[in-house]
């Protein structure tokens, strides 16, 4: 079993779609919680971070994290053909090393 | 602020060959790291440098992987002999020291790996 589980996808929405992303995960260690967004040929950049359980929006993502059922989740709302890429979640404990989920591919449909 | 810069962007090279990938970090970050990315999966950290000492190498398959960076700055990752399963994006990312941590880190574009 992978320490980081994600829906690989892809995931097809229409253009102002609320989009719901999420990654479970085993290692009950992880601490800080964060979003990448991968287009095609680039590498991964980071959307957002949050630190143990809660909620954090900015702007039109939303990103939550229940540390009790092991679950986290980014919320897209008013989706846009631009954010048709792939999200990556990744999440670590005290040390530096990222522990990546296998990114899910999503496409947003004008 | 420039970000961090790979080369080449694309290689493709036969199996049993070798191969050296260059990262340039962004100025003033002094942890760098490189990830191996196999096509339909997420990145896998290889390495992790801080400042010239290596802090994290447990996934780095020594046998056939090295790296180093030298004065701190640009680092090398170097593949010999190379294998199929090597076929993959490698990624450079760096962070300041201490802010990987909660921040994330910045990665380049990658060089895209393919052994034949």
């Known amino acids: 079993q992978k320490e980081v589980e994600q829906d690989p996808g892809p995931l097809s929405v229409p253009e102002g779609a609320i989009v719901s992303l999420n990654c479970t995960y085993s290692n009950s260690a992880f601490q800080y919680f964060m979003w990448y967004r991968q287009y095609s040929r680039k590498g991964p950049e980071l959307l957002m971070y949050t630190y143990s359980s809660g909620n954090k929006e900015d702007g039109r993502f939303t990103a939550q994290v229940d540390k009790s059922s092991k679950y986290i989740s980014l919320f897209i709302r008013d989706s846009q053909p631009s954010d048709s890429a792939t999200y990556l979640c990744?999440?670590?404990?005290?040390?530096?090393?990222?522990?990546f989920g296998g990114g899910t591919r999503l496409m947003v449909k004008p | 602020e420039a970000g961090v810069a790979q080369s080449p962007r694309y290689k493709i090279i036969e199996k049993r060959q070798s191969v050296a990938f260059w990262c340039n970090p962004i100025s003033g970050h002094a942890t760098l790291y490189w990830y191996q990315q196999i096509l339909g999966q997420g990145p896998k950290l290889l390495i992790q440098?801080?400042?010239?000492?290596?802090?994290?190498d447990s996934q780095l398959p020594k046998d056939r992987f090295s790296a180093e960076r030298l004065k701190g700055v640009d680092s090398t990752l170097k593949i010999q002999p190379a294998k199929l399963e090597d076929s993959a994006v490698y990624l450079c990312?760096?962070?300041?020291?201490?802010?990987?941590?909660?921040?994330?880190?910045?990665f380049g574009s990658g060089t895209r790996l393919t052994v034949v």
């Open positions: 990744a999440m670590n404990n005290a040390g530096n090393m990222l522990t």
């Open positions: 990312a760096s962070s300041l020291v201490g802010r990987g941590l909660v921040s994330g880190y910045t």
């Open positions: 440098f801080q400042n010239n000492g290596v802090v994290d």
